[in-house]
């Protein structure tokens, strides 16, 4: 029996985390998993919701971590972590995208001498002053197994010095959940209950620092969402983050943008499907939006993942208002239409070849302890 610990942490990893979980029940015979999750996001809004809505079994370990400055964050996480790694001894640590909670994780995992398998392995926006690229380099540098969703991740892994055996292209894990739930989320009320139809209406989503931690950034950005809004209305379902920095600063929302909770995923599955345009800084909301060719504006000047530009329904337009407007405008004048064409192996197939992946290598490196209760090497902190 292969013995796998999977982590989340944060609303972004669920998406990712969920197709797993079910790959790994369809291969319970040969698969044991325990769900551990970190705390990172505690709000119901930003992570109970999210098990109910993708079908996920509550977590078996809350590691409770909760909020502070982000070393704070992952000072608290690791020696929760390991001691959870410790009891486990488990075969696999398997770890998604690029949270504080993922590279946390990761290492303790690596200091144990447990094998970590990243999912989301390789993606670079190359701008070191994102948190999350530096939690990307450093988990991949640690990983060993990196499973990535397309080929300019495995090139830029390759660039790094990560031996070509220890990649494998899976595709893109968050893309199985969209496809899974897709139907579900016709079910929602959210745009009767918003008084929406169905293109007439932008969807917006806004939590980087880079964009709401700096007021004069912050207050360029809702400028141009004014814009916008004097031509469709923008909904806006914001992140605590954001709405806290707005009250801070006294930045209200411009006429036009309607501020709303975070949403569960279904909810916004449905309002940012049924948008005529979409305008966001987030990673995931690039890839989906390109999977169902939904117009795609991202408020930032990089991207770690270009196949959304390249393939996709994806354009940059940074912070800049007559770089926002502009791109904004030509698309609700029809000027922009795009097919959805979900890039190669975005086929909703991806869980199971990384739980094929994860079952491949440890057999072949003949981990599997015929009895994890006696292992024959116990897992101890090293240093004491
Ligand atoms: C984190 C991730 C980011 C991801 C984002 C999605 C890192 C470095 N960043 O950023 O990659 O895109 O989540 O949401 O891991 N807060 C709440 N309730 C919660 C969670 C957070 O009120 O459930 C508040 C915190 O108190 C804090 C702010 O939101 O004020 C930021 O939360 P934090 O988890 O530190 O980082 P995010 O900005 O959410």
Same mark, same amino acid.
């Given at each position: 029996?292969?013995?796998?610990? =999977?982590?989340?942490?944060?609303?972004?990893?669920?998406?990712?985390?969920?197709?797993?979980?079910?790959?790994?029940?369809?291969?319970?015979?040969?698969?044991?998993?325990?769900?551990?999750?970190?705390?990172?996001?505690?709000?119901?809004?930003?992570?109970?919701?999210?098990?109910?809505?993708?079908?996920?079994?509550?977590?078996?370990?809350?590691?409770?971590?909760?909020?502070?400055?982000?070393?704070?964050?992952?000072?608290?996480?690791?020696?929760?972590?390991?001691?959870?790694?410790?009891?486990?001894?488990?075969?696999?640590?398997?770890?998604?995208?690029?949270?504080?909670?993922?590279?946390?994780?990761?290492?303790?995992?690596?200091?144990?001498?447990?094998?970590?398998?990243?999912?989301?392995?390789?993606?670079?926006?190359?701008?070191?002053?994102?948190?999350?690229?530096?939690?990307?380099?450093?988990?991949?540098?640690?990983?060993?197994?990196?499973?990535?969703?397309?080929?300019?991740?495995?090139?830029?892994?390759?660039?790094?010095?990560?031996?070509?055996?220890?990649?494998?292209?899976?595709?893109?894990?968050?893309?199985?959940?969209?496809?899974?739930?897709?139907?579900?989320?016709?079910?929602? $009320?959210?745009?009767?209950?918003?008084?929406?139809?169905?293109?007439?209406?932008?969807?917006?989503?806004?939590?980087?620092?880079?964009?709401?931690? =700096?007021?004069?950034?912050?207050?360029?950005?809702?400028?141009?969402?004014?814009?916008? $809004?004097?031509?469709?209305?923008?909904?806006?379902?914001?992140?605590?983050?954001?709405?806290?920095?707005?009250?801070?600063?006294?930045? *209200? $929302?411009?006429?036009?943008?309607?501020?709303?909770?975070?949403?569960?995923?279904?909810?916004?599955?449905?309002?940012?499907?049924?948008?005529?345009?979409?305008?966001?800084?987030?990673?995931?909301?690039?890839?989906?939006?390109?999977?169902?060719?939904?117009?795609?504006?991202?408020?930032?000047?990089?991207?770690?993942?270009?196949?959304?530009?390249?393939?996709?329904? =994806?354009?940059?337009?940074? *912070?800049?208002?007559?770089?926002?407007?502009?791109?904004?405008?030509?698309?609700?004048? =029809?000027?922009?239409?795009?097919?959805?064409?979900?890039?190669?192996?975005?086929?909703?197939? *991806?869980?199971?070849?990384?739980?094929?992946?994860?079952?491949?290598?440890?057999?072949?490196?003949?981990?599997?302890?015929?009895?994890?209760?006696?292992?024959?090497?116990?897992?101890?902190?090293?240093?004491?």
């Amino acid at each position: 029996m292969v013995k796998i610990l =999977n982590v989340v942490g944060a609303r972004p990893n669920f998406m990712k985390m969920a197709p797993i979980i079910a790959a790994i029940n369809r291969r319970s015979n040969e698969v044991s998993q325990t769900l551990v999750h970190t705390g990172q996001h505690y709000d119901k809004a930003m992570s109970a919701v999210f098990f109910g809505d993708l079908g996920m079994p509550e977590p078996d370990i809350n590691l409770g971590a909760r909020s502070g400055t982000h070393t704070q964050q992952m000072a608290r996480i690791m020696p929760a972590f390991e001691e959870v790694v410790i009891a486990q001894q488990p075969d696999w640590v398997v770890v998604v995208g690029d949270v504080n909670s993922t590279i946390a994780c990761a290492l303790v995992a690596n200091k144990l001498n447990v094998r970590v398998a990243h999912v989301e392995a390789g993606l670079r926006s190359f701008d070191r002053a994102m948190p999350e690229e530096i939690n990307r380099l450093l988990t991949d540098q640690i990983a060993d197994l990196l499973l990535t969703p397309s080929k300019d991740a495995d090139a830029n892994l390759l660039r790094e010095g990560i031996p070509a055996e220890r990649i494998v292209r899976v595709g893109n894990v968050m893309i199985d959940t969209l496809f899974q739930q897709i139907g579900r989320a016709r079910d929602s $009320a959210i745009l009767n209950e918003l008084e929406l139809r169905p293109r007439e209406f932008a969807a917006l989503t806004l939590h980087r620092p880079s964009n709401v931690d =700096n007021p004069e950034v912050l207050s360029r950005i809702c400028s141009a969402l004014g814009e916008v $809004a004097r031509e469709l209305p923008v909904v806006f379902p914001a992140h605590p983050r954001t709405q806290a920095r707005m009250r801070e600063f006294g930045i *209200s $929302a411009p006429a036009g943008v309607r501020i709303t909770a975070p949403l569960g995923y279904l909810d916004f599955l449905r309002l940012w499907s049924d948008a005529r345009l979409v305008l966001t800084d987030s990673g995931g909301l690039q890839e989906e939006t390109t999977a169902l060719g939904v117009p795609c504006l991202t408020l930032r000047e990089n991207t770690e993942r270009p196949i959304t530009i390249e393939q996709g329904s =994806n354009r940059l337009v940074g *912070s800049d208002p007559a770089r926002i407007v502009g791109a904004a405008r030509e698309i609700m004048s =029809n000027g922009v239409s795009y097919a959805g064409r979900a890039p190669e192996l975005w086929d909703g197939h *991806s869980a199971d070849r990384i739980v094929e992946a994860l079952i491949a290598r440890a057999r072949s490196a003949e981990i599997i302890n015929s009895d994890h209760s006696a292992p024959t090497a116990p897992l101890t902190p090293s240093g004491d």
